[in-house]
């Protein structure tokens, strides 16, 4: 099993930047991908990103590239998300997952498709 923890959500005014951080505990090294989801209010969780554990290989929706950037600290086991010039869209609850499945990349935007998940972390942006 895979333990998950989100940190670093909070409150940012429009253009500005948050840094959320997940990290893993348990059977870490039968990871193959992490990723991260968000849920709005009255909508359904979507994908924002994604990376390999192995190889750091990453992947993004349409709504994060150029905003958004995936890291891991393997040693850490910690996955991190920098997102810089937030809006008002972008205030959701943020889940970060695991996949434990050799194959996660041909989905890794499907929620489906991850084995464990945090508690999420809240991030608001005022316009």
């Known amino acids: 099993q895979v333990q998950l923890v989100e940190s670093g959500g909070g409150l940012v005014q429009a253009g500005g930047s948050l840094r959320l951080s997940c990290t893993a505990s348990g059977d870490t090294r039968s990871m193959y991908g992490m990723g991260w989801f968000r849920q709005a209010p009255g909508k359904e969780r979507e994908f924002v990103g994604a990376i390999g554990w192995s190889l750091g290989t990453t992947y993004y929706a349409d709504s994060a590239k150029g905003r958004f950037t995936l890291s891991r600290d393997y040693a850490k086991s910690t996955v991190s998300l920098q997102m810089n010039s937030l809006t008002p869209e972008d205030t959701a609850v943020y889940y970060c997952?695991?996949?434990?499945?050799?194959?996660?990349?041909?989905?890794?935007?499907?929620?489906?498709?991850?084995?464990?998940w945090g508690q999420g972390t809240q991030v608001t942006v005022s316009s």
């Open positions: 997952a695991a996949d434990l499945k050799r194959g996660w990349y041909i989905n890794f935007h499907w929620k489906g498709e991850y084995d464990y």
